[in-house]
């Protein structure tokens, strides 16, 4: 019997215990012996829940338990889930994770303890819920060299965008939308400004590159400043907006980013629509691939813990190694990264066209009939840094940008 611990009884804990009971049978089959929740540590009592015997108010129960072999944390935030999980692996327990902020900042420092300890610290919910990522990078696509991950890292915006994108509905309008269905929290921020996919998109380049990416260096957009008339835009030009995080290996180096990005119909991530994830990847010998499925919801992502619970336990002392290394990754100045913008420009066509393309270059002009006060333009291929210059000497006549997916 390998008894477990569950740390954090919410939404992907209560999961967790749910997936384990149901499934018990064919669990232990793979693992080839029983695994036993023993406790399930929350500050808060459940009673009449079906775990109500196995809850626990004190951590050390957990820690100083021997026959305690693997905890799984679902607890969220940094602290205490970063001095909790850091004391289980001192202790020699394994430790399964679904707490992407926990794996960005600290992924580095837990896995040299598990390494140190032979047993594992795994994080495969941490990044597209019940979609499998993790695995493939370390396993599947090691005779790969990566040189794009690019993904819809988060159901809350993504539900936001199709929404938007669907009905001509207004941000604020989707966004209290999202709080009312629970797709977005009370306070949508980690969300909406894009936190959340940036510390998802730093966690899949670390393991693509080899090298640890630090979410705090990586360029980050939310979807606030995007409007139903960029919609009806896009809509014109056979396009979609969706919020991506991507990183790329390119000729100057790697680079890595948070934003909106217009999209076709020829990117396998046009058609990804409401609350749904994907992840592209790009390796020089696969060619391309995409993962798809649930990104978030209880049992999607305790799908993928118990995964990892099963992984684990398969491996009692013995680390999976992975391509994750301690050294870090210098991440290229977003100024030279290049792209496509697509802006709009107040006033009308015929007076302005002429005056943005000698700033801009040849660009590809848009109108709407209904909107004869603008119209947009898309660029020539041109660097961060050469686009803010020519934005700044055409000033409050740029109404928005939205950089085009190349």
Request: with cysteine; net charge negative; aromatic share 8%.
């Amino acid at each position: 019997m390998i008894n477990i611990a569950v740390m954090g009884y919410g939404t992907v804990g209560g999961g967790v215990v749910e997936v384990i009971n149901t499934n018990h049978e064919s669990i232990n089959k793979r693992v080839g012996e029983e695994i036993n929740i023993k406790y399930v540590l929350d500050l808060r009592d459940f009673p009449g829940d079906p775990a109500e015997h196995l809850i626990i108010h004190d951590f050390e129960q957990i820690v100083n338990d021997p026959e305690v072999k693997i905890v799984v944390e679902t607890m969220g935030g940094l602290e205490p889930a970063h001095t909790f999980v850091k004391r289980c692996l001192e202790a020699g327990k394994s430790v399964a994770t679904s707490n992407k902020a926990l794996v960005a900042k600290f992924g580095v420092e837990l896995m040299e303890i598990a390494k140190a300890k032979n047993i594992n610290f795994l994080f495969e919910a941490s990044c597209g819920g019940g979609i499998p990522i993790i695995r493939p990078l370390n396993s599947s696509l090691t005779a790969d060299e990566i040189d794009e991950i690019t993904g819809i890292l988060n159901g809350t915006t993504n539900y936001m965008m199709t929404k938007m994108s669907m009905e001509g509905a207004e941000f604020d309008d989707v966004l209290k939308d999202a709080q009312a269905k629970g797709y977005a929290e009370a306070d949508p921020t980690a969300d909406i400004e894009g936190h959340d996919a940036c510390r998802k998109i730093a966690i899949l380049s670390s393991l693509a590159f080899g090298q640890f990416v630090d979410f705090e260096e990586i360029y980050t957009e939310g979807i606030t400043k995007i409007t139903a008339v960029d919609m009806e835009y896009a809509r014109e030009m056979g396009q979609t907006i969706k919020l991506l995080g991507t990183s790329r290996r390119v000729e100057d180096g790697f680079y890595a980013m948070v934003a909106p990005f217009l999209i076709g119909p020829e990117s396998p991530l046009y058609s990804v629509n409401d609350v749904f994830n994907a992840i592209f990847v790009h390796g020089n010998v696969l060619g391309d691939a995409m993962f798809y499925g649930s990104g978030a919801g209880k049992l999607p992502t305790a799908s993928a813990v118990v995964g990892d619970v099963v992984d684990a336990a398969r491996h009692m002392h013995c680390t999976i190694m992975n391509n994750w290394s301690s050294g870090k990754l210098e991440l290229m100045s977003t100024d030279d990264v290049q792209a496509r913008f697509f802006v709009r420009i107040q006033g009308s066509q015929a007076e302005m066209l002429e005056a943005v393309k000698a700033e801009m270059g040849d660009c590809e002009a848009i109108a709407l009939e209904n909107h004869p006060e603008e119209f947009a333009v898309v660029t020539p291929v041109m660097s961060e840094k050469e686009y803010k210059a020519h934005g700044e000497k055409l000033g409050d006549k740029i109404l928005g940008m939205i950089r085009v997916k190349l």
